[in-house]
C-alpha cells in the first residue's frame, strides 16, 4: 500500500487494487491560529539609559582578522543604530553615549604605556624600589659623596675668605704706607721766590766765609710757613741772622729761619704743616729782603745742605 498526494487529499493505494480513495482536508478554525500578541508602544525615557548588547557576528568576506577577534562588523558610519522600542535614536541624544572615534594602539593605551615601561626595566631590577628608582633621578649612592662635596666647598670658601683678607690687608698696608709718605712730606717755606744763593758759596759776604743755607728772595712781608709739623725751640734776634725762628721736628732736625721782618710765634708752641710763622724781611746781615734757610739734623750740630733734604721729602726747590 502506497500513500501518493493529489489534489484535494491524499490517495491510497494497493498492490493489486488500483482505487483511489480521496481524504477531505479539515477545515481550519479561526480559533486554531495563534494571535500574535499587540505591540504595545511605550515613551522613552530621556534619562534612562539604553544598553546595547552586541550580537555574535558570522564571518563574512570583507572582514579583518582584528574585527573578526573583536566581534565587530565593518558598517557604515552613517547608518542609524536601532534603539529597543524600534525607533532610530541618534547618538548626541540624552543617555546615549557617542562612541569615541578614535582607535586604542600601543601608542595611546595608557595601560599599553604602562606595560612597555615595566618591559624596559633590567632584568634585575625588580620590586617597587627599583622601579621607583628607574622613574626617579640618580642620586648619590652613598653619603660619603656628599660630605665630600661639603668639604671641598668649606675649603673654597676658607681660601676666598683669606685671599680678600689678604687683599684687605695690602690695602690697609698702602693706605698706611701713603699715608706716611704724604705725612713726611714737606712743604715750600714760602710761595714766589726765586733761589738766588746755594750751600757752600764762598765770599766774604758771609761771616763764616761761605754760605751755611740757601736764599730765598722775595719781597718784603711775604709769608713764612711750617714745613713740617714741629715745636718752635726759638725766637728773636740772632746777630748775623737777625731775627729768627728755630722749628725742631719730631726726629731732632731743626729748621732755622733767618733775616724775618716780624715773627709770629713763641717757644714752645707747636705748629702744623702749613701754620704761618712769620714773614720775609732784611734783619740781620744781608743786601735785601730774603730767607736765609738752614737745616742742622741735630741741635748744634753744623748745618748741612738744604736741598738734598728738602728733595727727599718731596720738595723741588
Not at 562612541?99 to 606595560?115: E, G, H, I, K
Not at 731743626?254 to 710763622?277: C, F, M, N, T
Amino acid at each position: 500500500m502506497s500513500l501518493a498526494a493529489a489534489a484535494g487529499g491524499v490517495a491510497a493505494t494497493t498492490g493489486e487494487d488500483t482505487s483511489v480513495t480521496t481524504v477531505a482536508p479539515a477545515p481550519l478554525a479561526v480559533a486554531d491560529v495563534p494571535t500574535v500578541p499587540d505591540v504595545i508602544e511605550e515613551p522613552i525615557d530621556p534619562g534612562a539609559s539604553v544598553e546595547l548588547e552586541s550580537a555574535p557576528v558570522a564571518d563574512a568576506p570583507g572582514m579583518s582578522e582584528g574585527q573578526e577577534a573583536a566581534g565587530l562588523a565593518a558598517s557604515d558610519p552613517g547608518e542609524e543604530m536601532p534603539s529597543g522600542s524600534g525607533e532610530a535614536v541618534e547618538p548626541g541624544e540624552p543617555g546615549v553615549a557617542a562612541p569615541d572615534p578614535t582607535p586604542l594602539t600601543d601608542d595611546t593605551s595608557p595601560l599599553a604605556s604602562q606595560l612597555r615601561a615595566q618591559a624596559e626595566v633590567p632584568e634585575e631590577a625588580t620590586g617597587p624600589v627599583n622601579l621607583a628608582s628607574a622613574l626617579l633621578p640618580p642620586m648619590l649612592p652613598d653619603f660619603a659623596a656628599q660630605r665630600e662635596a661639603v668639604n671641598a666647598e668649606k675649603e673654597r670658601i676658607a681660601g676666598l675668605v683669606q685671599e680678600r683678607q689678604a687683599q684687605l690687608q695690602a690695602e690697609a698696608e698702602a693706605r698706611a704706607a701713603e699715608e706716611a709718605r704724604k705725612a713726611d712730606e714737606w712743604v715750600m717755606p714760602l710761595e714766589n721766590y726765586r733761589l738766588s744763593a746755594r750751600f757752600g758759596q764762598a765770599g766774604r759776604m758771609w761771616s763764616s766765609g761761605r754760605h751755611t743755607g740757601i736764599d730765598l728772595s722775595a719781597p718784603s712781608g711775604t709769608p713764612l710757613y711750617a714745613m713740617q709739623d714741629a715745636v718752635v725751640a726759638s725766637t728773636g734776634y740772632a746777630g748775623a741772622y737777625g731775627n729768627r725762628t728755630v722749628l725742631r721736628l719730631a726726629d731732632g732736625t731743626e729748621l732755622w729761619y733767618a733775616h724775618q721782618s716780624r715773627i709770629d710765634v713763641e717757644p714752645g708752641q707747636v705748629v702744623r704743616k702749613g701754620d704761618r710763622i712769620g714773614a720775609v724781611g732784611a734783619t740781620g746781615n744781608v743786601t735785601g729782603p730774603h730767607l736765609h734757610l738752614e737745616v742742622h739734623l741735630e741741635d748744634e750740630s753744623e748745618a748741612v745742605d738744604p736741598l738734598p733734604i728738602m728733595k727727599e721729602h718731596g720738595l723741588r726747590p
